[in-house]
């Protein structure tokens, strides 16, 4: 791993920390402008909807400019929603409607940036390092957005409600002025009809069968996860009674997973090979949210089966990635990274509504059986495509 990659993870580091400062800030400055719980959603809603309706837009434009221009031009973006917001907040005119238009376009730049920065990592390491990187840029994106900088905004906004979109706007410039210096061997793709080219993508991502079943496999996870995520925090409140300072060390808990796997991911690809990690990923995922569904509420238990849920979430998402780099051609890769993000998290809203009606039918506990079942039923959907002679039959495909 060169240059190139160096330069590529503090990219990632400066990007996810002006990503995480404004989606943090945005919904606690909606709550000094309303208390209406719907408005304040609403801020959530609006930023989940670029996901739907750009993931497979922005594929074609990462497959037909250079990665490195589309992520700095994604940096630049957010940049320039990052100052709109801070002088807005500096100057108290703040409202719900600008909050809405800065959402939406701050998501939008982190859909184009976060499929440019997958599709430039096979492009600054060798294959045989892909897992050790996703591994390396996940933890980085999931580390710095969900851990480090929630708690670090409440305490600039508490300081001055202006003062993390200022610092994002810093780090989106910092990101934007380093993303220069990345060198990627990506050849962009001659102009074409968009609507095509987007087919195109879809069709390969659909017409592989392992990578057809991968997408259908994170589809039903995401909808678990999202239910059992969903209803977490009256889970931590009602079942184990924390408050927010013990949900908030049940949050680290699963930063824990995350960091520990993402050390030990390549030796154990390499080891198990990605059919299998992938597969035993799977089941412990399933274990882990069955263990939190029947254990007693002990905190020290629910934490380490919390552990357990994140490092598999890490095997899983980093064997998946790799998969996808590695078989699919480098002028389509762009659109199959994006258009297997837009199927697989087409559920995850769904699944959200489906937790809080378990939850109120039956249970929080409930929602964790459930979770456990879905991912059962995705080992069993995936065991015969998700195999080894699966991944040597994609391997003679790309070779082909």
């Not at 949900?247 to 824990?256: I, K, N, P, S, W």
């Not at 990635?321 to 994006?338: A, C, D, H, I």
């Amino acid at each position: 791993m060169g240059t190139g990659w160096r330069r590529l993870q503090v990219v990632a580091v400066s990007g996810s920390a002006g990503e995480g400062l404004l989606l943090t800030a945005l919904p606690l400055m909606a709550v000094t402008i309303t208390t209406d719980p719907r408005q304040v959603a609403l801020v959530n809603v609006v930023g989940q909807l670029p996901w739907l309706l750009f993931s497979l837009v922005a594929g074609v434009l990462i497959d037909r400019f250079q990665r490195t221009a589309v992520l700095g031009a994604a940096f630049g973006v957010q940049a320039v929603a990052a100052a709109v917001l801070a002088v807005a907040a500096s100057a108290g005119w703040l409202g719900l409607p600008l909050l809405l238009v800065v959402s939406f376009v701050v998501v939008t730049s982190q859909v184009l940036g976060d499929g440019a920065s997958g599709a430039l990592v096979p492009d600054v390491v060798g294959p045989e390092r892909l897992a050790a990187a996703n591994a390396r840029m996940i933890v980085i994106d999931r580390g710095v957005v969900q851990f480090v900088v929630p708690p670090v905004t409440g305490f600039l906004l508490a300081y001055a409600v202006g003062l993390p979109a200022w610092i994002a706007c810093v780090t989106a410039l910092v990101a934007l002025w380093l993303t220069r210096g990345i060198t990627a061997r990506h050849v962009p793709n001659p102009p074409g009809h968009p609507l095509r080219d987007i087919k195109v993508g879809l069709a390969f991502l659909v017409g592989s069968p392992l990578l057809r079943t991968i997408t259908l496999t994170v589809a039903l996870g995401s909808f678990a996860a999202s239910a059992c995520v969903s209803m977490f925090v009256l889970y931590a409140t009602q079942v184990l009674h924390v408050g927010s300072f013990g949900y908030g060390v049940l949050l680290a808990f699963l930063a824990v997973g995350w960091i520990g796997a993402s050390f030990v991911v390549h030796r154990v690809v390499v080891r198990l090979g990605y059919a299998w990690s992938m597969r035993l990923a799977t089941i412990g995922g399933a274990v882990a949210q069955l263990l939190i569904a029947v254990l007693p509420p002990v905190f020290a238990l629910v934490a380490v089966a919390l552990v357990l849920l994140s490092s598999t979430t890490l095997v899983w998402n980093v064997c998946s990635q790799s998969s996808r780099q590695q078989f699919t051609p480098k002028p389509l890769l762009g659109r199959v990274l994006t258009s297997h993000r837009a199927l697989a998290w087409g559920l995850t809203p769904l699944g959200a509504l489906t937790g809080g009606f378990v939850a109120a039918q039956w249970g929080l506990r409930w929602v964790w059986v459930m979770g456990a079942a879905i991912q059962l039923l995705s080992v069993l959907l995936m065991w015969r495509t998700v195999s080894p002679k699966g991944f040597a039959v994609e391997e003679a495909r790309a070779v082909v």
